[in-house]
């Protein structure tokens, strides 16, 4: 009898480490039709996503590869290449002319938090701050994270909000939560 509950204890042991092994990086995500492996950083990963064609575009005029391929830690709010064919016409062309690279560099780093914060960190501090949770960003705003049903929520500092689509997408220097939706910064 207990050399079965010891067999069982640690068949147990086991599984939860191949659970969280899973769950906090050790299987690659899928992104816009690539894997996103946890043993590549932010960049090496993006890059291959095909949702993703525009923040790539957009981090390369804005001088931000060598920032976002460094350690870290960084937890990245990525919008979809539909997030930002969502902005007015023209936003995305503008932003990405040599003379706005100020502007499109404060967009950026406003979906940058500094520290890796997964769901699981993210909801445990929404529920700490009594349902919602406020994080200053790389660029100095600040995003407030609620949740709406199983869903996390990010509202910039003008009240757009965007739903985080894809969570936890583990990488060698912090992780990725796609979202919906462009956030923006107070300009």
Same mark, same amino acid.
Request: some cysteine; hydrophobic content about 40%; glycine content about 12%.
């Given at each position: %009898?207990?050399?079965?509950?010891?067999?069982? !204890?640690? %068949?147990?042991? &086991? !599984?939860?480490?191949?659970?969280?092994?899973? $769950?906090?990086?050790?299987?690659? @995500?899928?992104?816009?039709?690539?894997?996103?492996?946890?043993?590549?950083?932010?960049?090496?990963?993006?890059?291959?996503?095909?949702?993703?064609? $525009?923040?790539?575009?957009?981090?390369?005029?804005?001088?931000?590869?060598?920032?976002?391929?460094?350690?870290?830690?960084?937890?990245?709010?990525?919008?979809?290449?539909?997030?930002?064919? +969502?902005?007015?016409?023209?936003?995305?062309?503008?932003?990405?002319?040599?003379?706005?690279?100020? $502007?499109? $560099?404060?967009?950026l780093t406003y979906h940058v938090? +500094?520290?890796?914060?997964?769901?699981? +960190?993210?909801?445990?501090? &929404?529920? +700490?701050?009594?349902?919602?949770?406020?994080?200053?960003?790389?660029?100095?705003?600040?995003?407030?994270?609620? %949740?709406?049903?199983?869903? &996390?929520?990010?509202?910039?500092?003008?009240?757009?909000?965007?739903?985080?689509? &894809?969570?936890?997408?583990?990488?060698?220097?912090? @992780?990725?939560?796609? @979202?919906?939706?462009?956030?923006?910064?107070? %300009?």
């Amino acid at each position: %009898m207990k050399r079965n509950i010891l067999k069982t !204890a640690g %068949m147990l042991a &086991i !599984a939860v480490c191949l659970t969280l092994t899973a $769950t906090a990086g050790g299987d690659p @995500v899928t992104v816009g039709g690539a894997p996103m492996y946890p043993t590549k950083n932010i960049i090496e990963n993006a890059v291959n996503s095909k949702d993703h064609t $525009t923040l790539v575009a957009a981090v390369k005029a804005a001088g931000l590869v060598e920032t976002l391929s460094g350690k870290g830690p960084f937890t990245v709010f990525a919008p979809t290449n539909e997030a930002f064919n +969502a902005l007015p016409a023209g936003t995305v062309d503008g932003l990405l002319k040599p003379e706005a690279k100020g $502007t499109l $560099t404060k967009v950026l780093t406003y979906h940058v938090v +500094a520290g890796k914060y997964d769901s699981n +960190a993210l909801a445990k501090d &929404i529920k +700490a701050g009594n349902g919602s949770a406020k994080l200053k960003t790389v660029s100095g705003g600040y995003l407030t994270f609620k %949740m709406s049903g199983k869903n &996390i929520t990010v509202t910039d500092e003008g009240g757009g909000t965007a739903t985080v689509t &894809i969570p936890n997408v583990y990488q060698s220097n912090g @992780v990725i939560h796609v @979202v919906d939706k462009v956030l923006m910064p107070k %300009m």
